[in-house]
Structure formats: C-alpha cells, structure tokens
C-alpha cells in the first residue's frame, strides 16, 4: 500500500494541469488504470482494470477528448517533477541528457485522422517495408537509477499526416526542434539524436535554445579545414573554407588513432579506437568537434558535437546512451500501451491502402474542427501514456526494495544493483492496488471516487475482498 501512496503524492502535483477538478480526478483515474491493467486493449481495458460500471466508458472517451487538459501543459508539468522529484540526473559539462527519435506506430484504421503510408527503415526482417500508421517524434530525460539509468519520457508528439494549410512548410526536424523547447525546461542540454537529426535546422535550432547536438552523422559526410589566413590583401570576401576532408578518411591511419577503455553503457573489458578533429561543418558554417570510433565489434561510426569543450570520450559516452531511448519506446508499446488508442472519426471518408497527408484547407470549418478535435485526443493519450511510464520508473528508482516486497513473484533475471523494470513495477502496482482502496476510503479523493462507481460483480481488483 505504501507504494501508491508515494504514487499518489506525485500524482497530485499534475492538478496545474487541468482546468476543473474533476477533470484532475478522471486523470488520476486514467493514469491508475494504465498502470495497472492487465491488457492493451484500448479504453476497455482501463475499466476492466479498475472494476467501473460500463456506464464509465463513455465518461473516459469524453476525457480523452476534452479539451480541460492541454497536452503541451501537461508536458512541462510534467518534466518539471521529473526532474523534482528523480534521486539521480546524470550530467556531462554540467548539462542534463535529452534523447530525441522518432518511432511508427501501425494503425489499421480507415477512420483514422494522421494515418498514412509509413517506410520503416529497420534491420529486423520481421518488420514490413511499408506500413499504414502514425509517425511519432519523441524526447526522453536520461535519469539514474543505482547502477542502470533509465530514458524517462518527457513527452510525444504526431507529427505527420495531417495539413490543415498548403502555406505551412515545417519539416519533422522543425518539429523536433520545437518539442524540445517545449521540454528543456531552460536547462543546459545535450541533445542526442541519430544520423537523421544532423542538419541544420536541428543544430541551430538546439543551439539558439541553449543546448548542444551530439549525433551521428553519415559516412559520405564531409568536412572543411579552417581557411589559412592570406598575408596578401584581396578584392572580396576572404576565404572560409579550407581543405576538404572526408570523414571517413580519418580511419586511414591507425597510428593517429588513440585507445582507450569503452565509455559506452553496460560494455566492459572492451577497447576502441577512436580519432578526434575540430573542423567547419558547412550546413551550420561553424566548427564542430568529430570523433571518428572504431569498435571491435559493432564496427565503425562517425560522431559529431557542437560542443567545443567536451572531451571525445564523453561524445562516445553521450552517444552510446541513446539506445535508452529505443528501451523505453519498447515498454511504452508492450507494458503500458501508451500508442494504443483505437479512436476513430465517425464524420471521416475512409482512407485507402498506402495513401498519404490528409490535406485539410479545403474541407469545411466543421470538418476540421471534428479532426483537431480526434487527434487532440491521440495527442492526450500519448502523454499520459509517457507519464504512466515515468511513474514506474520513478518507483523504481526510488523504491526498489518496495517494488520487489509487492512483486509477489520471480523472475530468473533479478540482478543486484539493477531496478526492477516497469513491467515488475506494474504488477507491484497491481497487487496491492485492493488494500489500498479500501484502506485510504477517507484519506485519499481518488479512492472514495473509484468506489463509488465500481461494479463489485466485475471487479476483479475487489472480488477477492468483497
């Protein structure tokens, strides 16, 4: 029970955020039932979690599509008690780590506003080429947790699919760069993205908000040695760019090359080599630090950083950090389910197989207003999903021993020094969910709600009880 009274104390720190108190409340209610149900099976599941009467379905869909929680202010509420309320927030140059990628969620749904024909880019020869779904963009706060770190999200956004006007011009990296202002908080950052996010308007963008650009970039990229200074006076300009370099050209040599241990996360016994220079990177027309990285194992890679002042060892550490970030899109998609909503728009002509942006300016104000109103409510779920996934792992974090205590189970992976994973942490959650209703009737508002509208016959949370 003690678990989700810690749950509880930052759970209410989150009523900034709603206009009305019973929108706070049915919060509460959406994010205790994610955290516990036993399915991903849409808003159903929420009810099954809890035990509420039927009735309380149609309550929650209203929820989702009201507009008395704003997704943005829940966001930066959100990252505010992340970093209040997180023990341990690693940093490197006194700078807090954000990771950024994107991730594709399938959608099968014909009614469905943003759904579009998607290319994966992907290894995995059991993901197809081509899929019909939504295109995310999210940004994670690296945390610490004993001896492990945790990618927390922050926030998540849907930004394809949709054109509301032919005048707008906004790339995805333009949108990534405006959800990290969203998030960052006016902290230092670096900002840790792979070989898409290396481009100008990212760089610039990042820069101008306060932060640094760690990335891979690709192995044609090249770059420019500083101009020698002319002793001679000439007619215009002086030159900027030196000699051309190719990236991959500071490989050749492995005498220039130094060695050392291998910085990157959970690699042990592990030695690379690796190469650093300081030359013009021409889509931002300053210096950038390059770091050329042979492994022994995983190959060749080429890193950059806007950052003069960190070390080459430290890009490699940053670098190697950002597959956190791939861990945590996994639980957002298999424990929590923070992508799986399933509304659809009654109003809307069905979408073919492989078609791609619905464009918008020309439809009726009606129509536009009944699609902004839809995906505002995808937009909701998502958020709410991420901080589901953040309070897991905050008790992870912080309460280890308490999570494993109300685990109730075993699993052969239990390691010292490692935090339980959100899935253990869930059915923590889970199991002591019964004592805590019933034994906080009065100290606590979201248990005297819940009660009152649960349907004992289906309970499952309090059949055992009754």
Request: hydrophobic share 45%; net charge positive.
């Amino acid at each position: 029970m003690q678990i989700w009274l810690e749950w509880w104390y930052v759970v209410c720190e989150l009523r900034p955020a709603c206009s009305r108190t019973r929108s706070f409340i049915w919060l509460v209610v959406t994010l205790a039932g994610l955290s516990i149900r036993a399915d991903l099976l849409g808003v159903t599941s929420i009810i099954r979690a809890l035990g509420l009467h039927e009735k309380y379905y149609d309550r929650l869909l209203d929820f989702f599509h009201s507009s008395s929680i704003n997704s943005d202010k829940l966001a930066i509420i959100w990252t505010s008690l992340v970093l209040r309320f997180f023990p341990v927030i690693p940093k490197i140059n006194g700078r807090i780590i954000l990771l950024g990628d994107g991730i594709k969620i399938p959608k099968a749904g014909k009614k469905m506003p943003a759904v579009k024909c998607l290319h994966q880019e992907s290894e995995n020869n059991a993901k197809p080429e081509y899929i019909m779904g939504h295109s995310c963009q999210a940004v994670s706060l690296v945390v610490g947790a004993e001896e492990s770190a945790f990618a927390v999200p922050l926030s998540a956004r849907i930004h394809e699919g949709l054109v509301f006007s032919n005048r707008c011009r906004r790339k995805l990296t333009d949108k990534m760069v405006s959800l990290v202002q969203l998030v960052e908080a006016g902290l230092s950052f670096y900002f840790v993205g792979d070989a898409y996010y290396a481009c100008h308007v990212v760089a610039l963008g990042i820069i101008n908000i306060g932060g640094h650009l760690v990335s891979r970039v690709r192995c044609n990229a090249v770059a420019y040695e500083p101009a020698p200074k002319s002793t001679t006076k000439h007619r215009g300009r002086p030159k900027f760019y030196g000699k051309k370099i190719r990236l991959m050209s500071l490989f050749s040599n492995p005498n220039k090359m130094s060695n050392a241990d291998s910085p990157v996360y959970g690699e042990k016994n592990t030695v690379l080599l690796y190469r650093s220079m300081d030359l013009i990177w021409k889509p931002l027309g300053r210096v950038v630090r390059f770091v050329a990285v042979a492994h022994p194992v995983r190959g060749r890679c080429l890193l950059m950083s806007t950052d003069l002042t960190v070390s080459a060892i430290d890009i490699i550490r940053l670098y190697g950090i950002r597959f956190k970030i791939e861990v945590s899109f996994k639980n957002a998609l298999r424990v929590v389910g923070a992508y799986a909503y399933h509304f659809w728009l009654g109003a809307m002509k069905p979408i073919k197989r492989g078609s791609g942006n619905q464009y918008l300016h020309c439809q009726t104000e009606k129509y536009r207003q009944a699609v902004k109103r839809k995906f505002d409510a995808y937009q909701r779920h998502i958020q709410i999903g991420l901080i589901v996934q953040g309070m897991l792992q905050y008790l992870s974090a912080t309460y280890p021993r308490l999570v494993w205590k109300n685990f109730g189970s075993w699993l052969r992976t239990i390691r010292p020094g490692i935090p339980p994973s959100e899935m253990v942490t869930a059915q923590a959650l889970r199991n002591c969910f019964p004592e805590f209703l019933l034994s906080n009737v009065k100290s606590v508002p979201l248990t005297k709600f819940i009660l009152k509208r649960v349907d004992i016959g289906r309970a499952e949370c309090l059949r055992l009880t009754g």
